[in-house]
Nanobody, 123 residues
Framework: QVQLVESGGGLVQPGGSLRLSCAASGSIFRVDMMGWYRQAPGKQRELVAR???????DYAESVKGQFTISGDNARKTVNLQMNSLKAEGTGVYYC?????????????????WGPGTQITVSS
């Protein structure tokens, strides 16, 4: 079983900063990609940022220059530093990951999601 545990959400004023963290556990022998998605009220879930095994990063246009993603493949963790937060940053943030797992049949690649953490940007 793979588990993703998120931390760092909460209430922040516009212009403030937050740092999200996600840690994975389970029979993972390779991290292919980890990242963060956001679901704003009444909207579909969308990619915020992701980082691949080799350190390549990808950001939504709306957060470029504002958010920074970092990952540690050995520790199976990913962090998202969010600066200059705006009201439109409000939503539930989900940790997402693609892992290669050890299985009885050898190995298996799969996508996994954390339960989500609420971020509210409001004065």
């Amino acid at each position: 079983q793979v588990q993703l545990v998120e931390s760092g959400g909460g209430l922040v004023q516009p212009g403030g900063s937050l740092r999200l963290s996600c840690a994975a556990s389970g029979s993972i022998f390779r991290v292919d990609m980890m990242g963060w998605y956001r679901q704003a009220p009444g909207k579909q879930r969308e990619l915020v940022a992701r980082i691949t095994q080799d350190g390549t990063t990808d950001y939504a246009e709306s957060v470029k220059g504002q958010f920074t993603i970092s990952g540690d493949n050995a520790r199976k963790t990913v962090n998202l530093q969010m600066n200059s937060l705006k009201a439109e940053g409000t939503g539930v943030y989900y940790c997402n990951a693609w892992f290669m797992l050890k299985t009885r049949r050898g190995s298996e690649r799969g996508e996994y999601w954390g339960p989500g953490t609420q971020i509210t940007v409001s004065s």
